[in-house]
């Protein structure tokens, strides 16, 4: 999901993809550590959009508008 896409989600949209976001990234460790993850670079990308959607979330609570 892109930037601009994610600004334009309400608050609990956001939040409700947080949540996913961290059970998906715990799936992924999970099948790391198994040996059944063929690609490992996809825990950076999740990773990345929880770090996005957390910075989105701060900003509207600190009221900084992009």
Wanted: charged fraction near 40%; aromatic fraction near 4%; glycine fraction near 4%.
């Amino acid at each position: 999901m892109r930037v601009s896409e994610m600004r334009e989600l309400t608050e609990e949209e956001l939040n409700r993809e947080l949540e996913n976001l961290k059970e998906k990234l715990f799936q992924l460790r999970f099948q790391l550590e198994l040996g059944q993850l063929k690609n490992v670079s996809s825990i950076k990308l999740v990773k990345k959009d929880i770090a996005r959607i957390k910075t989105i979330l701060k900003e509207r609570e600190l009221g900084i508008r992009r």
